[in-house]
């Protein structure tokens, strides 16, 4: 008789500890946050680099970019998650970057643009409801062009160009943790 009661403990410690194993494996956690990561290099001039984010609702997202021989353009956009979005040019290239979701104007995140002379960066910032931290580092002849959708929340803009650069800010601030620092 005793043999028949602990084989009945261990069936059902065995069916229990199946039934957790089988859990794990199928089911997905609650709070699980999808991670978006893309990297990409292109070798060729004239390379269009996309980074859209807009349908990522939640997580995070990371994309990281190098164009190595000149005239690329990178299109990048911002979506509802936290995201870090890096973008280099060694020559001159083109940077059209908006920084939130166009619909629900959500985003933390930080963009890292980097390009060579005669670089152009249009910046068009819809995040009325997140905050934004954007570092521009451009050559010689480089032009930043700043624009927003309506009033946008925190920003901070740190811009270094070379020489015979321009800069434009149309952008309605709002955030009280606005801060922007230009070097020309």
Do not use: C, W
Request: charged content about 5%; aromatic content about 8%.
């Amino acid at each position: 008789m005793k043999f028949h009661l602990e084989s009945g403990r261990i069936s059902l410690f065995a069916l229990a500890l199946g039934a957790i194993l089988a859990l794990s494996f199928s089911a997905q956690p609650v709070f699980a946050q999808p991670v978006v990561a893309v990297q990409q290099t292109s070798g060729a001039a004239n390379t269009v680099f996309s980074g859209n984010a807009t349908s990522i609702l939640s997580g995070t997202a990371s994309y990281n970019f190098l164009g190595l021989y000149g005239n690329d353009t990178f299109n990048i956009a911002g979506g509802n998650a936290s995201g870090t979005f890096v973008a280099t040019e060694l020559l001159n290239g083109t940077f059209n970057i908006v920084t939130g979701n166009p619909s629900t104007g959500v985003n933390s995140s930080t963009f890292s643009l980097l390009g060579g002379a005669n670089s152009t960066f249009n910046v068009v910032q819809n995040n009325f409801n997140g905050s934004v931290t954007m570092v521009i580092i451009g050559g010689a002849n480089s032009h930043v062009n700043a624009s927003s959708i309506g009033p946008v929340s925190s920003t901070i803009l740190s811009i270094n160009l070379g020489t015979n650069s321009t800069a434009s800010f149309t952008s309605q601030y709002t955030g009280n943790k606005t801060t922007i620092n230009v070097i020309m």
